[in-house]
């Protein structure tokens, strides 16, 4: 199996930056597969943040284009989240996802609250 445990979230003023990590462990994971994380505010649906593939193709969700950036380190099968310019309307549980050869595998969740 595939465990996906994130961290880094936390309590931030509006304006300010925080970073999100994911690291993969259990089986080893076989290339090509996905990262992207997702996110859930209250009575929301989950939405995809943003996205990377193996080879570093990024795609973002247009609400945070130009102020989030996702990383991905293939050897070491983490995978992060900067966020900058963090707005109230931020506030999400953050998922790490990883998609492989059709499965989905899910993190439990980071909280990050934008609150001034």
């Known amino acids: 199996q595939v465990q996906l445990v994130e961290s880094g979230g936390g309590l931030v003023q509006p304006g300010g930056s925080l970073r999100l990590s994911c690291a993969a462990s259990g089986r080893p994971l076989s290339m090509p597969y996905m990262m992207a994380w997702y996110r859930q505010a209250p009575e929301n649906l989950r939405e995809l943040v943003a996205g990377i593939s193996s080879g570093g193709t990024t795609n973002y969700a247009d609400s945070v284009k130009g102020r989030f950036t996702i990383s991905r380190d293939n050897a070491k099968n983490t995978v992060n989240l900067q966020m900058n310019s963090l707005k109230p309307e931020d506030t999400a549980v953050y998922y790490c996802?990883?998609?492989?050869?059709?499965?989905?595998?899910w993190g439990k969740g980071t909280l990050v609250t934008v609150s001034s």
């Open positions: 996802n990883v998609y492989e050869f059709g499965m989905d595998y």
